[in-house]
C-alpha cells in the first residue's frame, strides 16, 4: 500500500513563510527518485488546482500563481519533497496535496491545511 504523508501545514500571516513536506511509504519508497512528485491545493468552494512540480531530474514546474514565491524541492537520500512557500497571500490559503505519477499509478496524500491570514 502506497502512501503520500504531508506535514508542515498551520496558520500564518501575510507575507510570512511556511515550508510543507511530503515522505512516500510502501512500494514507491524504494524508487522514489524516479518519481515526479508534485503539489496540488484546493481552496473551498474551488477545484483543486496545480501549483508546482519536480521531475525525477529535479526539473521544475510552477503555477503562474506562485511563480516566484514558492520553490519546489527533493531529497531522495531522505525520500522527501518539499514546497518552501513565501510572501504568502491569503488567497494562498487550501489544503495541499502531495501527488506523484509513479510506475503507472497516480497517488495521493491525504493534504494539509494552510491557512494565511490577513
Known amino acids: 500500500q502506497v502512501q503520500l504523508v504531508e506535514s508542515g501545514g498551520g496558520l500564518v500571516q501575510a507575507g510570512g513563510s511556511l515550508n510543507v513536506t511530503c515522505a512516500p511509504s510502501?512500494?514507491?519508497?524504494?524508487?522514489?527518485?524516479?518519481?515526479?512528485m508534485g503539489w496540488y491545493r484546493q481552496a473551498p468552494g474551488k477545484e483543486r488546482e496545480f501549483v508546482a512540480a519536480i521531475s525525477s531530474g529535479r526539473s521544475t514546474t510552477y503555477a503562474d500563481s506562485v511563480k516566484g514565491r514558492f520553490t519546489i524541492s527533493r531529497n531522495n537520500a531522505k525520500k522527501t519533497v518539499y514546497l518552501q512557500m513565501g510572501s504568502l497571500k491569503p488567497d494562498d490559503t487550501a489544503v495541499y496535496y502531495c501527488?506523484?505519477?509513479?510506475?503507472?499509478?497516480?497517488?495521493w496524500g491525504q493534504g494539509t491545511q494552510v491557512t494565511v491570514s490577513s
Open positions: 510502501g512500494s514507491i519508497f524504494s524508487i522514489f527518485s524516479m518519481c515526479g
Open positions: 501527488n506523484t505519477n509513479c510506475a503507472g499509478t497516480t497517488y
